[in-house]
């Protein structure tokens, strides 16, 4: 049996099919989630079967007319009736249903009616045959039982129903409404118990492969989707700052030179923000270590809630140091962001006495801009970010400071391409 594929069940985990294969033998009903799961995967194969099996029995049954015609002649009108009139339509009905996405159940039902409905039409012929030979037609009563385990395939359950309920009529019919003396009738009642013992047997076997099989296979799959989902959780994590939440340093080099292979546009300007806490080696001598990290994961947070998280990257340079690349932002407007930064800080009065004589922990920034040309502008970009937070803590931190213009202005000549015909001068 061929398993489709079908969205995995929430409730399903690999832990749950490794018990199940852990049992070492073969299950005809698994818990509810997983015999849910194994209904879903299996039900459009089934479908499909049973549609099939319906068509192929049909030419096959109808052929039997022939023994009609032999065995049972004084009902063989009748049996024309029940065969083209009856049966044969309602075949053709539970097949054409089938071809439509029904639920396991219903599925399950409709394989369910179909040799009982040939059960039904061998009961009726044989007990309104007074034909010599109509103690013979009985045995029939087989064939229906080796058409629901052999060529269907039913459920197990199923099968073992249509198994009881055709040897259960057979019995009642054949003892107390048949003029069969009490050899013969035991002789097709036991032939009967011996078939359907015989094929459920089989049918057991075969459908624990069917399940062992669909544990294997299913174990697999969702082993190797959690695999995945755990390596993306970990390379995720590897790319982030455990303590603050922002990018690390491989963070944010992967997020930014992502964002320049996708950049349409080399000349589209960004700015870099680096910022450093004031005073941070006195805070942590001051208050300790632990302080020190909320204090950090405090201003991460606060950053944070001034970027845009689907366009902007933040990341921990390293120690107090903290780094923002903003896309598609010149230098005012970056200057502009930088300093929400500073106030968004000081409005957070996180308490520090600092050697300056301030009362609550600030930060300096610098601020620097560059055309999306690749990502070694980048570098050169955080180099003057850099240089600029320098002259914010020289210039008496607690500011921002950015880019010089002189050494914007020289920046952006040496990134513009060269006129033909004019040599440097």
């Given at each position: ?15 749950d ?9 073969a ?49 063989f ?19 054409s ?15 369910t009616?179909?040799p ?70 035991v ?11 015989i ?14 099989t ?6 697999a ?12 959780k970990?390379?995720q994590?590897?790319r ?5 939440g ?26 870099v ?6 005073h941070?080696?006195s ?72 050697p300056?004589?301030?009362?609550t922990v600030t ?9 999306m ?9 955080i ?9 914010a ?28 015909g004019?040599s440097?001068?």
């Amino acid at each position: 049996m061929k398993a489709m594929a079908t969205p995995l069940h929430d409730a399903l985990r690999a832990a749950d099919l490794d018990v199940e294969m852990r049992r070492g033998r073969a299950r005809l009903q698994f818990s509810a989630p997983l015999e849910a799961a194994y209904a879903e995967d299996t039900v459009a194969w089934r479908r499909k079967h049973y549609r099939r099996s319906a068509l192929l029995a049909l030419i096959s049954y109808n052929l039997f007319l022939v023994v009609d015609a032999v065995v049972i002649p004084d009902v063989f009108l009748l049996s024309v009736l029940l065969h083209l009139g009856v049966v044969t339509p309602l075949m053709l009905f539970a097949a054409s249903i089938l071809t439509r996405p029904l639920s396991p159940r219903a599925t399950e039902w409709i394989g369910t009616l179909m040799p009982l409905v040939y059960i039904l039409q061998v009961e009726v012929l044989f007990l309104g045959s007074t034909a010599y030979s109509a103690d013979q037609y009985q045995y029939l009563a087989l064939f229906p039982v080796m058409f629901a385990n052999s060529i269907l395939k039913l459920g197990f359950r199923h099968a073992a129903f249509v198994a009881l309920a055709s040897t259960g009529l057979h019995a009642v019919l054949v003892l107390k409404f048949s003029s069969l003396g009490a050899p013969a009738a035991v002789m097709g009642i036991m032939a009967l118990c011996a078939t359907s013992y015989i094929t459920l047997l089989a049918l057991a076997i075969q459908e624990g492969e069917y399940r062992r099989t669909w544990l294997r296979r299913r174990f697999a799959e969702l082993r190797t989707v959690e695999l995945s989902h755990d390596n993306a959780k970990l390379s995720q994590l590897s790319r982030i700052d455990p303590l603050t939440g922002a990018a690390n340093r491989r963070g944010f080099d992967l997020a930014v030179e992502n964002f320049f292979a996708s950049a349409t546009r080399r000349d589209a300007p960004f700015c870099v923000i680096m910022l450093d806490v004031d005073h941070f080696k006195s805070y942590n001598d001051t208050y300790g270590h632990a302080e020190g990290d909320r204090c950090l994961r405090t201003l991460a947070t606060v950053m944070m809630e001034c970027l845009n998280p689907e366009r902007d990257v933040l990341g921990r340079f390293g120690g107090e140091e903290f780094i923002a690349f903003v896309p598609h932002c010149h230098l005012d407007s970056g200057t502009e962001l930088a300093e929400r930064f500073r106030r968004a800080l000081v409005a957070a009065a996180i308490p520090h006495a600092r050697p300056d004589g301030g009362s609550t922990v600030t930060a300096s920034l610098g601020v620097a801009e560059g055309r999306m040309s690749g990502v070694a502008a980048l570098h050169d970009v955080i180099a003057h970010a850099d240089i600029a937070l320098y002259d914010a803590k020289k210039g008496g931190r607690n500011r921002v400071e950015p880019q010089p213009v002189r050494r914007r202005q020289i920046r952006l000549v040496e990134e513009a391409p060269a006129i033909p015909g004019r040599s440097a001068g």
